[in-house]
């Protein structure tokens, strides 16, 4: 058993990837409407038009890791025996609450 799969933390990722979906829901539909390079194509003609404007209305997004890549993470901090880790987030700290799980669970202070 480890704290991914049971108890606070695993609650409290529940809870940050529903809030996260729904707080991307919009952008999540704006980037699948088109493929990717005409994604990216819109993109940057948008930051063209309107820089600031863009990165302010994302500035509410979440655009946090998935539960899969986040398992990743706790899986490679797992795997080599980390002792410490330091991250530099630019999200909402769930990456983060992944590696101090397993900083945990392999009986680190996190």
Avoid: W
């Avoid at 940057?44 to 500035?59: N, P, Q, R, S, V």
Wanted: include cysteine; charge should be negative.
């Amino acid at each position: 058993m480890d704290s991914l799969s049971s108890g606070p933390v695993a609650e409290v990722l529940q809870r940050l990837h529903q809030q996260a979906e729904a707080a991307d829901a919009p952008l999540q539909a704006y980037m699948s409407e088109a493929t990717n390079g005409e994604a990216i194509s819109q993109f940057i003609e948008a930051e063209t038009k309107d820089l600031a404007g863009l990165y302010h209305g994302l500035a509410g997004n979440f655009l946090n890791v998935s539960p899969e890549f986040g398992r990743f993470l706790y899986m490679c901090a797992r795997s080599c025996k980390a002792k410490r880790i330091v991250e530099f987030g630019s999200s909402m700290g769930i990456s983060a609450i992944y590696m101090a799980a397993a900083l945990r669970d392999m009986g680190a202070a996190a």
